[in-house]
């Protein structure tokens, strides 16, 4: 049996990397992970983990990330604390799930 020839893969037009198109995003106004997910085409779980790397990247620039901390649904508790970029999965106060 004869083995088909693979097509040969065309490099992407893109010259910015997943993380470029991220920090191109976050120059403006503020977005939330999902609007760069919807953005950058991928899913909202790998925002997390290229934006910490990014965060890394700026402070050796001089500049900062500004993070908008989580908050409640319920009762309005705001984590300030919380460095972590991911969303809490469940309110300390009234246990709730309703986090934004």
Same mark, same amino acid.
Request: overall charge positive; glycine content about 8%.
């Given at each position: 049996? $004869?083995? +088909?020839? $693979? *097509?040969?893969? &065309?490099?992407?037009? *893109?010259?910015?990397?997943? #993380?470029?198109? &991220?920090?191109?995003?976050?120059?403006?106004? %503020?977005?939330?992970?999902?609007?760069?997910? +919807?953005?950058?085409?991928?899913?909202?779980?790998?925002?997390?983990?290229?934006?910490?790397?990014?965060?890394?990247?700026? +402070?050796?620039?001089?500049?900062?990330?500004?993070?908008?901390? %989580?908050? !409640?649904?319920? !009762?309005?508790? &705001?984590?300030? $604390? +919380?460095?972590?970029?991911? $969303?809490?999965? *469940? !309110?300390?106060? !009234? #246990?709730?799930?309703? &986090?934004?």
């Amino acid at each position: 049996m $004869k083995a +088909r020839a $693979k *097509k040969p893969t &065309i490099p992407s037009l *893109k010259e910015d990397t997943v #993380r470029h198109a &991220i920090m191109a995003l976050l120059g403006g106004e %503020a977005v939330s992970a999902l609007d760069i997910s +919807r953005e950058v085409r991928i899913p909202e779980r790998e925002v997390y983990g290229h934006l910490e790397h990014i965060r890394r990247t700026l +402070r050796t620039t001089g500049l900062r990330l500004q993070v908008v901390p %989580a908050a !409640c649904g319920e !009762c309005g508790f &705001i984590f300030h $604390k +919380r460095t972590r970029l991911t $969303k809490p999965g *469940k !309110c300390p106060v !009234c #246990r709730s799930n309703h &986090i934004s």
